[in-house]
């Protein structure tokens, strides 16, 4: 059904009069009665029938027309919604890891709060991999993902990246070994991310350059048991230089700022014209 005509017969049904419909809208009494027999050959019924010299609506006519109040506000809200200038309004579904989560996202939260009330943030935690997959599928908006400088991400064609920050990491080890370097560690157990690559190749770059293969041994994605591990003397891993750890560990800094972890913000191309993905997105890129 065309909602130009929808519109001309909720207007009759409030008007009572084709002349005043075409007034109010600004056309010609026979566009008007032309729209609305074109309408009622869409639905495949009679929407009007004579009273006297006027017409009036049928009992379909009237049940049709309190439908249009629903559908034309359905597309005006639509429009609005989609409408770059418009104030952003809806839910946005982000996917992303913890850190980028704390310390980029939920930032944005408190100031958009403030400044576009419309805007409802969905937070699930994921890792890169997977957040790529649900923007693959549509079911989140925006994704924060990470890579490593000496493991950098293969961008899709359909997707774009806006840079956040970065940040040091070294080698998390029990405190009585902090004095080692990378290539005394050559024959400890090492400890990767079991839900990303990323850092197993940066690791495996880092490695080959102190001149050993590391041995891989335990797969955690907390950095928290990563921690409990390392203090317990069952391996060692990469970790965040400058964050606190858990008691009797110490993050070695690694020859040439060791590996640096960089957060991006990923949508699909073209969908920053939504306005609430639009604000995000610009609160992201100041913060």
Known sequence: MDVRRLRMLLELSRLGSMHEVAEALGTTTSTVSQGIAALARDVGTPLLEPDGRRVRLTPAGRRLSEHAVSILAAVDAARLDLDPSSEPVGVLRVAGFASAIRRSLLPAIDDLRR?????????????????????AR???DLGLVYDYDLAPAEWRDDHEATFLWEHEWGVGVPTRDRHLGLADLADRDWIVNSRHTADEDALRTLASRAGFV??????????????????????????????????????LRLPDRGAMLRAYAVIRRGRDTWPPLRAVMQRLATG
């Open 115 to 135: 400044t576009h009330p419309g805007i409802e943030v969905r937070i699930h935690e994921y890792e890169p991999l997977e957040s790529f997959d649900l923007l």
């Open 138 to 140: 549509d079911e989140v």
């Open 214 to 251: 590391p041995r891989v041994v335990h797969r955690i994605d907390a950095l928290e048991l990563l921690d409990d591990l390392v203090a317990a003397g069952r391996g060692v891993g990469l970790l965040p230089r400058g964050r606190t750890s858990r008691r009797g560990v110490s993050v």
